[in-house]
Structure formats: structure tokens, C-alpha cells
């Protein structure tokens, strides 16, 4: 069956949505990927902060920016001018992961679907790379 231009264009605009507000949101929602340049930028011998408070601090300013209730930034101190970016960066970061569902669906994937295919994957044990190439594995299989 042939494809109408309009809907090859719609089709082809929701996959570029979907891979720039991926792209985005992959490092968001992985955390592990933060964690990873703790020791390499020597984030510990220049803050005099452990890390775990390090990833703390960072946990918590995630979480608000991901929607969560209240901004804290663990033991780190912040000033009001700093709280107001980050509300404004969860406004960013909210927006970003609409915009990637909604190109999901517009591409027909169900949230049932993307569950699915992340569902038994250790999402905060493994590298980006090798939770997507899980996921795909799975969706090819399924």
C-alpha cells in the first residue's frame, strides 16, 4: 500500500521528534551516566564531598526537575536564583519527555509497549548503550 505524502511527512517529522527528544532524555532518566563522571572529574577531591552525597545532592535536584515535590539539593547550599533555573529547567525537562512520548505514540508505540520492552532490564545498573540494545533485542524477539 502506498503511503500519502502528508502522512509519510507527519511520519517522518514524529521520527526526528522522537529521536532529538530521545536523545534528550536518555541522560535524564539514567542516572548512572552522571554517576559515571564523579571519579573521572575528580568531583570528590574538588568538593570535599563523598560520594554519596555527591549523588545525593544530585538525586534530589533530578527528582524535582523530573517532577518531583520540593527543591533540595542534599548537602549542597543553593540560593534563590539557583532553585528558579531548575524550575525552570523541570519545565525543560518535563516538556522534553511530552513531546518524546507523544512522538511515540504518533509512531504507534503504546506505553504498554515501551514497558514491555524495559520491562527485567537493570536500568540503573547498566550503561545507556546497553539498555537500549536490551530493549531493541527484546522488541525484535517479542
Not at 538525586?59 to 533540595?72: A, K, V
Not at 516538556?95 to 520491562?119: C, M, P, R, T
Request: charged share 20%.
Amino acid at each position: 500500500m502506498k503511503t500519502s505524502k502528508p502522512l509519510a511527512i507527519a511520519l517522518a517529522a514524529a521520527a526526528a521528534l522522537a529521536l532529538f527528544t530521545g536523545a534528550v532524555a536518555a541522560p535524564i532518566l539514567c542516572r548512572p551516566f552522571y554517576y559515571a563522571h564523579i571519579g573521572p572529574l575528580e568531583l570528590e577531591a574538588r568538593t570535599g564531598l563523598t560520594r554519596e552525597e555527591i549523588k545525593t545532592a544530585f538525586d534530589e535536584m533530578l527528582d524535582y526537575c523530573l517532577g518531583g515535590e520540593g527543591f533540595s539539593t542534599g548537602v549542597l547550599r543553593w540560593s534563590d536564583s539557583g532553585r528558579d533555573h531548575f524550575t525552570d529547567v523541570r519545565g525543560l525537562f518535563l516538556l522534553d519527555l511530552w513531546a518524546f512520548a507523544a512522538a511515540l505514540a504518533v509512531l504507534g508505540y503504546s506505553q504498554g509497549e515501551i514497558n514491555l520492552a524495559l520491562k527485567g532490564i537493570d536500568l540503573d545498573g547498566l550503561a545507556l548503550e546497553q539498555i537500549i540494545k536490551q530493549a531493541l533485542k527484546k522488541m525484535v524477539k517479542g
